[in-house]
C-alpha cells in the first residue's frame, strides 16, 4: 500500500507572493487534498497553480510533487516521466532525486534508485535517508563492503535513529553474525512490535542456538501475521532442533501452502 506523502511546504522569499494569489490558494488547495489523500483533486489544484504562474520559481517543487501525487494515484510510469521533467530542471535537487528513487524502487528499478541514493549523498552525505535506503540496496546486491560503510557511517553520525538500528540489524544478520545483530532487534522491537522483525529476530536465535527465545518471538510474530509462510519455515526449524518431527512436517508443509519454495522446506521434514 503506498505511503501518502505530503505536499512539501514551499519557502517563497518574495514578501508580495505570500498574498492570497490564484496560485497560493492552489498549493493550499494541493497540499489539503495530499493530507486527506484525495490525489486526484491533488493533482488537479497542482495543474492549476502550473498554470496560473507559469514562470515561478517554486514551480519546480510542484512538478516534484505532481510526480509524487500520481505515484499515489498509481499512475507510475507518468509519475517517473514527471520526476524526470524535475530532475532535469533542478539536477541537484536531493528533494527531487529522493522521490525518484522511491518510484524507482517500487517499479523494479533497483539500479536507478541506487544511481539516484549514490548522486544524493554526493550532494549531501549526511541524507540519512538516503544513506539507508543506498546501504540497503548495496546489501541486496551484495556490495558488503559498500553497504558496511553505509551503516557505519549512520551508526557513528546517526546512532539513536531507527534507521541505524534497522541496518544494521538487518547487515550483521545477512552476513551470518547473528549474535552481534540481537542487540539492534532489540532496540528496534522496543518501539515496532512488528512480525517482521519479530521473525527476524527468531531466526537469529535459531541460529544462536536459543530456542526458547526463538519459540518466543515465532508465537509473537505469528499472532501478528498468521499467514505468514516463513514463520512457519522458522517453527519447522525449532521443532525439529526439538526432535519433535510431527510438528515439524505439519509446519514445513503449511510453510509451503503459504507460498514458501519447497526447496526450503523439505529439508526440514523427516523423510
Not at 32 to 44: I, L, Q, S
Not at 78 to 84: G, I, N, W
Request: net charge negative.
Amino acid at each position: 500500500m503506498r505511503r501518502i506523502l505530503h505536499i512539501i511546504a514551499l519557502s517563497l522569499t518574495c514578501a508580495a507572493a505570500m498574498a492570497e494569489t490564484p496560485y497560493m490558494e492552489k498549493v493550499d488547495e494541493a497540499d489539503k487534498a495530499c493530507a486527506e489523500g484525495k490525489w486526484k483533486e491533488a493533482e488537479t489544484a497542482l495543474l492549476e497553480a502550473l498554470r496560473a504562474e507559469p514562470a515561478n520559481p517554486s514551480n519546480i517543487l510542484l512538478i516534484s510533487n505532481l510526480g509524487m501525487v500520481r505515484f499515489n494515484m498509481g499512475e507510475d510510469s507518468l509519475a517517473l516521466a514527471t520526476l524526470d521533467d524535475a530532475h532535469a530542471m533542478a539536477p541537484a535537487s536531493v528533494t527531487i532525486l529522493s522521490n525518484r528513487a522511491r518510484v524507482l524502487t517500487a517499479i523494479g528499478d533497483e539500479a536507478g534508485a541506487y544511481e539516484d541514493y549514490t548522486r544524493i549523498l554526493e550532494l549531501d552525505s549526511m541524507v540519512m535517508t538516503a544513506r539507508f535506503h543506498h546501504g540497503l540496496l548495496a546489501l541486496k546486491n551484495r556490495k558488503f563492503p559498500t553497504a558496511k560503510a553505509d551503516f557505519d557511517f549512520m551508526v557513528d553520525k546517526f546512532p539513536d535513529a531507527e534507521e541505524t538500528q534497522i541496518g544494521m540489524a538487518t547487515f550483521l544478520s545477512s552476513i551470518g553474525e547473528y549474535a552481534e545483530a540481537l542487540p539492534y532487534y532489540n532496540k528496534i522491537l522496543l518501539t515496532q512490535k512488528e512480525p517482521e522483525y519479530y521473525g527476524a529476530r527468531a531466526y537469529c536465535y535459531l541460529m544462536t542456538n536459543h530456542l526458547q527465545e526463538a519459540s518466543d518471538d515465532i508465537g509473537a510474530a505469528m499472532e501478528l501475521a498468521p499467514d505468514d509462510g516463513e514463520l512457519y519455515l522458522y517453527r519447522a526449524a525449532l521443532n525439529k532442533m526439538r526432535f519433535r518431527p510431527d510438528d515439524a512436517n505439519a509446519d514445513a508443509k503449511r510453510a509451503i501452502e503459504l507460498g514458501v519454495d519447497p526447496n526450503r522446506a523439505l529439508p526440514l521434514m523427516t523423510k
